[in-house]
């Protein structure tokens, strides 16, 4: 036989070859993505820390729960943590994206829809199907 029909790439028995790719590809796209999330989390985590600390001397109110912790202080913090997280997911996004296309020279394929997006969807079409009644 001139290939294996067991590989990734290679044809199969019952024609799946692109079933078998883009399996391939989501699960490559993850690996790449762990690859660069963990250490770019990391790093945003010690930014955020050390934004903190150059702004208060005192240590972040990570438990609203504690009695010492001031209102103005829990919003700064809880700003400063959403602004760590949404760079992180940014960073990872598009490093990921790169780095697919650097390694395949395809372009990646498409993320999945969020929840917002799936509603929104979901939204349109109801009023479309309304609208043509």
């Not at 070859?17 to 989390?41: C, F, H, Q, R, T």
């Not at 809880?78 to 994206?97: C, D, H, K, M, N």
Request: glycine share 8%; net charge positive.
């Amino acid at each position: 036989m001139g290939y294996d029909a067991g590989w990734v790439g290679f044809p199969n028995a019952d024609g799946r070859e692109e079933l078998d790719m883009a399996i391939a590809s989501k699960v490559g796209m993850k690996v790449i993505n762990l690859a660069i999330s963990i250490p770019v989390g990391i790093a945003t985590k010690k930014i955020v820390e050390r934004a903190w600390a150059t702004a208060r001397p005192d240590d972040p109110p990570r438990k609203v729960k504690d009695i010492d912790t001031q209102w103005g202080d829990a919003i700064a913090w809880a700003l400063l943590s959403a602004t760590g997280i949404v760079v992180t997911e940014y960073i990872t996004r598009q490093g990921t994206a790169v780095a697919y296309r650097k390694i395949t020279g395809l372009e990646p394929p498409p993320p999945k829809p969020s929840k917002a997006a799936k509603k929104l969807s979901q939204a349109s079409e109801k009023s479309k199907a309304t609208a043509d009644d």
